[in-house]
């Protein structure tokens, strides 16, 4: 007897925005795609498309919704916005670019370029994101039947602290991984056990 497809989940970044481009902080500031990032959302949605998925969830802040747009396109669905999806908040240090954290507080420039966001004023923890990102996917698998494939389209450093939290890994671990490229995505399959393996990064 063959045994039922795994489930999956892709976890997938956004494009690129103008602010990408300029090193400049996001978190929750809501930023457009720019032409290089409309190109990357256009390129990357007929490869998640080949894994015929029934559902793509998104953060709801441009840069990523616009993404979703145009991979459930391609899928023949509708994106739905969830707000848990969303980057970190980085409190007072959104809006600047690197070189102006870097001028205004070197120590903790340090920290952030380290994947260090413990302590950022006004901002989340990784405790905090893993908490509403994973609640997140748990909502969307439940929704997916034997063998299918689920979407997330969200943001680079809240996909990687998400990650290793659903995965059962300490949230450190994410410093371990190399930034997600725009439009870099993850690929999770679920074993015949019910636990879930990483079987690609930032494709």
């Known amino acids: 007897m063959t045994a039922p497809a795994p489930r999956r989940l892709v976890l997938l970044r956004h494009g690129r925005t103008a602010w990408n481009a300029a090193h400049r902080v996001q978190g929750q500031l809501d930023t457009e795609l720019d032409e290089v990032g409309l190109e990357q959302a256009r390129t990357v949605a007929p490869l998640v498309a080949a894994l015929s998925p029934s559902l793509v969830w998104t953060s709801d802040l441009a840069r990523a919704r616009v993404t979703a747009e145009v991979v459930a396109k391609e899928c023949g669905l509708v994106s739905s916005y969830d707000e848990r999806l969303r980057e970190f908040r980085l409190g007072s240090f959104q809006g600047l670019t ?37 609640a997140c996917l748990r909502d969307l698998v439940a929704q997916l039947g034997p063998g299918e494939c689920g979407v997330a389209v969200s943001h680079g450093a809240a996909t990687r602290t998400g990650l290793v939290a659903f995965l059962g890994w300490p949230l450190t671990q994410a410093r371990d991984l190399r930034a997600l490229g725009n439009c870099g995505r993850v690929t999770l399959e679920q074993r015949s056990t019910g636990e879930w393996a990483l079987a690609s990064y930032n494709a």
């Open 98 to 134: 690197h070189a102006e954290l870097e001028a205004a507080d070197p120590a903790a420039f340090v920290r952030f370029r380290g994947g260090d966001w413990t302590d950022i004023p006004g901002g989340e923890t990784p405790a905090e994101v893993a908490g509403r990102y994973v």
